[in-house]
């Protein structure tokens, strides 16, 4: 009973210390982007022997493979100091960041009345994969920055794009001057503040300040969704005191409005002075959100809401008055979905590519559709071992032509060209040949974007980012094939310098291209020739201007192009030096392509992009064109620029070399304290955990102290890790108290334990050997003692033969495959993973060996929307010569026939599949979090080679759970349908939490 005592108290540990672990430690970006590997599942950490086996996931290997050689320099703007770091090739970067962050906080300062009292470390990178490659943050794709609520430390990246880089990094230096405001008087009562704030007033004033007010894309945004709501996916304007849906345009765009709302309507600096009464904690402690602003406003807030709303009336709806046009003018195409993220045409028509992004678990897709055949082929799918990312937010890297397509993919290498030949058989069919790689990360570009064909298909223009941080542009040449897995591609930059560059399009001899390269640093549209690099402006910017075609059939050249010059984003069409709004949505359209007399372009609508067409466009365009005499020269000239003006230079601050140190873990910044908890129960059960890293997160050290009823039973670690680079270790010291299975004296009908104590040093590397797939090595080195044996009567003979500790080498490998794809509420999605675990124990001693072996495998397949169908299956064999580790089945997860610690859940033998159907019950009345479960199981635990038969046992499952991320507390009644020899069979409960993405 003692061993049954403290073997149930080691599940309680299970179920409370490791779940409030986790629930303080863990998110669903980690659980997507490294799996399981670095956390704690319900057997416990992998860096132990398991006492309890449940199915399990490999894991995926940390991506982040890139060390980053660290320096920093120390700076001030007045009163407020911070430490600017950066890698190696950033110091170009840096010096230009500077001077721009000084400017942000100085008007912060003002604007805030406050400088930030404790020093800040500003993070600066030069790609989003570097920015992702970081150890610091756990970044998702689509993160443009990062300021943590925790510790005054921000992080971003530089994407050779000056203006978007000043938006971002004044956005999170608002958040960097929020947090400490509201964290300066009382830290403790600012986490009660903090909690208290709306997600869409911290975030909506940063987008406020960040964009001097009410940008035309965000004014965009709130037009969009007055006119086109959708209620079913919750897309409307909340009430000023709601939330809204938890995505960019409610928490961000609708956000930015609220704080406009304040500010154009209760006086410039409202918003400031309710961060200070929140800061300062005027007001009553008792006081909501809501309560507080209507104090400070003098206003019920029944009256803050009538104005909220009067104010959308006059401020957007009024503007989307203004416009003519509505996007159902247009004829929408159906061959894309609603997921649409991007497209393009051929030149002659015929052929659409798109790219898709699954709003669930984020996939995205490109596909190729044929408009004669009407049939649609995938390209390509990333998440996949190979292809990790095909980008999205409308990154133009995907292109097609009449016989060739081409889109760029992130690697665990960098950024690859993948091209793939089109062909068309006799009866009209496509066919699309295998893929063929072209390695770009090989010629020093770490992002690449806004991909284009020439018109003869011999060569293909790029956009790249190099480590210094500059993009430009770049010519591959195709005349010989496509280069395929060379060294070094055919490669030729055509520009230099250190201005952004981006959407281009080549015809006419020239590339068009959209650039900042212009006096007052507005994005332009520019002609460029491919072969000398020789480059002229051809528009002069008041707003930003992208995108530009190549218009053919014309009678003369001229393009047209995306433009805000109107307050809107519409289509313009360039001719003979002058320019002409072709469009006017009410929303906005991108990418305009014109092919046979109708426009194609994104139209925003309802916070989706639809591709549309509108018809009849050639005669307008060849109007523009024959009203105007233009001269093919005026391409290389400085049409529209009177004079052309020279373009901005950057200011570059002078950071001395004596001022520039090297990064030490540990020493530069201290210690960042990633967890420090402490739990108790009932029956003497405690511990205490805490983690700390130096401020990169290279380094980890860890421990743990936990007493399970008594001294006796005391578990302790205390771990040092490095997260650097591919291979990734750990090492120290722990001491272990396990129940085993007594394999010496065992019979049939009774089942022994005993406790086994171990302690000693251990050291575990993990090597990815690819994006999903790795190695796991670990070698414990210590000693082992047994006692405690569950059955006095044979207590002496049992000590006899197991006299006090002996020596112990304990080798553990690990072969893993993850290709699991996971979703908020839903925990596993869609996938597959593989896990196979060979577990040694040498005793010199004695000269004997026991050992472990074991096999877990995963399948999930995407039934529709949120309902998915789960695989799961384990089997194993332990063997020993006295002492080994047998299987103890967690009945919680699987063989669910069984209660919890039912002595037919032992022995050396398992094999074990589950099915299940997880299906959401909540969204059918909003609450996402609540799930249903059906499935049944099969499997035997057994102990002699000849009795698999006599132990097999089955049960089929009913259940709910409720899915918080990152817990999932479920409740199942399990009725069996047979089990081994033993109790009378009955229902079966299991309350369990777990971590929802195992």
Not at 188 to 194: L, T
Not at 432 to 440: A, E, K, V
């Amino acid at each position: 009973m003692r061993l049954l005592s403290l073997a149930r108290t080691l599940v309680s540990f299970l179920k409370t210390g490791i779940a409030l672990t986790i629930l303080l430690n863990a998110s669903t970006a980690k659980a997507q982007m490294v799996g399981i590997a670095a956390l704690l599942n319900p057997e416990g950490s992998r860096l132990f022997p398991q006492a309890f086996v449940a199915p399990r996931h490999p894991g995926k290997p940390d991506p982040r493979w890139r060390s980053f050689n660290w320096h920093y320099t120390d700076l001030a703007a007045g009163k407020s100091e911070y430490r600017l770091f950066f890698y190696e090739d950033e110091l170009w970067t840096a010096r230009f960041v500077v001077p721009r962050i000084q400017a942000q906080v100085e008007a912060l300062t003002k604007l805030f009345k406050f400088s930030p009292p404790k020093k800040f470390s500003y993070l600066l990178f030069t790609s989003l994969r570097d920015f992702q490659q970081a150890n610091i943050f756990f970044i998702t794709e689509g993160v443009q920055g990062i300021t943590s609520t925790t510790e005054a430390t921000m992080a971003i990246p530089y994407l050779g794009q000056a203006r978007a880089f000043d938006h971002v990094s004044k956005h999170e230096m608002i958040h960097q001057f929020q947090v400490q405001k509201l964290q300066s008087k009382d830290e403790y009562r600012a986490a009660e503040m903090e909690a208290m704030i709306p997600l869409w007033f911290i975030e909506g004033m940063a987008e406020y300040h960040s964009l001097d007010g009410m940008d035309p894309e965000s004014r965009m945004y709130l037009r969009d969704v007055i006119l086109y709501p959708d209620k079913k996916r919750d897309y409307s304007i909340p009430g000023f005191f709601e939330d809204g849906a938890l995505d960019f345009i409610h928490v961000y765009k609708i956000g930015q409005a609220k704080i406009t709302f304040l500010e154009t309507e209760f006086g410039s600096g409202t918003s400031q002075r309710i961060l200070d009464h929140l800061a300062t904690g005027e007001g009553k402690i008792s006081w909501s959100f809501r309560e507080l602003v209507s104090a400070d406003l003098k206003r019920t807030p029944e009256e803050i809401e009538t104005r909220w709303t009067d104010y959308l009336k006059r401020a957007y709806q009024h503007e989307a008055n203004q416009h003519r046009e509505q996007i159902d003018d247009a004829v929408v195409m159906k061959e894309p979905g609603e997921n649409l993220d991007y497209f393009d045409l051929s030149p002659d028509g015929n052929l659409l590519v798109y790219r898709e992004v699954d709003p669930l678990i984020g996939v995205a897709s490109i596909r190729l559709f044929d408009f004669k055949s009407k049939k649609t082929m995938e390209c390509a799918r990333d998440r996949q071992p190979n292809l990790l990312s095909l980008y999205f937010l409308q990154n133009p890297t995907v292109t097609v032509s009449a016989n060739l397509v081409s889109y760029v993919v992130e690697t665990t290498s960098g950024p690859e060209l993948e091209t793939r030949r089109i062909l068309r058989d006799p009866s009209g069919e496509i066919e699309l040949l295998d893929p063929i790689r072209t390695r770009l990360h090989a010629n020093g570009l770490i992002q690449v974007s806004s991909i284009a064909f020439s018109p003869d298909e011999k060569s293909l223009a790029l956009v790249g980012l190099t480590p210094k941080g500059w993009t430009n542009v770049y010519v591959l040449d195709l005349s010989k094939g496509i280069p395929n897995h060379v060294s070094v591609a055919p490669l030729k930059q055509i520009t230099d310098g250190h201005y952004n560059w981006r959407t281009l399009n080549w015809n006419h001899g020239k590339l068009l291209a959209a650039s900042d390269r212009t006096d007052n640093g507005k994005e332009g549209i520019f002609a460029i020739d491919p072969k000398t690099g020789t480059l002229r402006q051809l528009t002069s910017p008041g707003k930003e201007q992208i995108a530009p075609e190549w218009l053919s059939d014309v009678g003369a050249p001229s393009f047209v192009y995306q433009s805000w010059e109107t307050g809107s984003s519409q289509i313009h069409q360039w001719a003979g030096g002058s320019s002409f709004a072709l469009t006017d949505v009410k929303t906005g359209l991108f990418y305009p392509k014109v092919r046979a007399g109708s426009l194609y372009a994104l139209a925003f609508k309802s916070g989706r992009y639809r591709l549309v067409r509108f018809e009849n466009f050639g005669k307008v365009i060849k109007d523009n064109v024959s009203s105007r005499k233009i001269d093919s020269t005026q391409l290389m000239g400085p049409v529209g620029l009177s004079p052309a003006a020279a373009p901005w230079s950057p200011e570059l601050a002078e950071i001395p070399e004596s001022q520039i140190h090297s990064y030490r873990p540990f020493i530069t910044s201290g210690m960042r304290i990633d967890g420090l908890f402490a739990y108790f129960g009932s029956g003497s059960v405690g511990g205490i955990a805490a983690s700390v890293s130096d401020l990169m997160r290279n380094y980890n050290i860890s421990g743990e102290f936990s007493v399970l009823g008594s001294l006796k039973y005391t578990n302790a670690y205390l771990f040092f890790s490095s997260e650097v680079g591919r291979l990734k270790w750990t090492t120290g010291a722990y001491g272990i108290v396990q129940p085993r299975l007594d394999t010496i004296f065992h019979t049939d009908d009774f089942t022994r334990t005993y406790l086994h104590r171990e302690y000693g040093v251990l050291g575990a590397l993990q090597y990815p050997i690819a994006a999903f797939s790795y190695i796991d090595l670990e070698l414990r080195i210590g000693a082992v003692k047994r006692s405690d044996i569950s059955d006095p009567v044979i207590a002496p003979e049992w000590e006899a033969v197991n006299p006090g500790s002996e020596f112990h080498l304990g080798p553990i490998v690990r072969l893993g495959y993850d290709g699991i794809l996971y979703e908020a509420y839903t925990g596993p999605v869609s996938g597959f993973g593989i896990l196979v675990e060979s577990d040694t124990s040498f005793f010199p001693r004695r000269q004997a060996t026991a050992q472990r072996v074991r096999l877990d495998v995963a399948q999930y397949f995407q039934l529709t929307g949120r309902t998915v169908l789960a695989l799961q299956g384990m089997t194993g064999v332990a063997w020993a010569k006295d002492f080994g580790n047998a299987f103890l089945v967690s009945s919680d997860d699987i063989l669910r026939g069984y209660f919890f610690l039912d002595n037919r859940l032992y022995g050396t033998y398992l094999a074990a599949v589950k099915s299940e159907i997880r299906f959401p019950i909540g969204t059918l009345f909003g609450f996402p979090p609540l799930r249903g479960l059906v499935g049944g199981d099969l499997g035997t635990v057994y102990r002699n080679p000849g009795d698999a038969g006599k132990r097999i046992s089955s049960s089929y499952t009913g259940g709910l759970s409720l899915n918080i991320p990152p817990l999932s507390v479920n409740f199942m009644l399990s009725y069996p349908i047979r089990t081994a020899p033993g109790p009378v069979d009955s229902p079966v409960a299991h309350f369990t939490l777990r971590y929802l993405y195992l």
